[in-house]
């Protein structure tokens, strides 16, 4: 099983930027699907970039054109840039990789985004 650690979270202002990193061992993540969630206080917890082993990446409406999720297999990490932070975004960011046969999703302790003036 994959072992993930996130790391890049903080306190920003808003129409800021964060570039957030989860660093994976245990398996390279070449063949897996990835992807960051988050969880905002008292919501629940929601996909918001996926990123397949083909490269195909997926975002939630509320931050398509805002974050861009990438992967670099070789240094096994994948990132999520997040621009023109709102307040909105503040929430526990979490990495989850995902097997597909047979499915074993993984997930990483995740790291605090905090958008505040």
């Known amino acids: 099983q994959v072992q993930l650690v996130e790391s890049g979270g903080g306190l920003v202002q808003p129409g800021g930027s964060l570039r957030l990193s989860c660093a994976a061992s245990?398996?390279?993540?070449?063949?897996?699907?990835m992807g960051w969630y988050r969880q905002a206080p008292g919501k629940q917890r929601e996909l918001v970039a996926s990123i397949s082993s083909g490269f195909r990446t997926n975002y939630v409406d509320s931050v398509e054109g805002r974050y861009t999720i990438s992967r670099d297999n070789a240094k096994n990490t994948l990132y999520l840039r997040m621009d023109s932070l709102k307040q909105e975004d503040t929430a526990v960011y979490f990495c989850?990789?995902?097997?597909?046969?047979?499915?074993?999703?993984?997930w990483g302790r995740g790291t605090q985004v905090t958008v505040s003036s």
């Open positions: 989850m990789a995902q097997t597909a046969f047979p499915i074993i999703t993984s």
């Open positions: 245990g398996t390279s993540i070449g063949s897996l699907f």
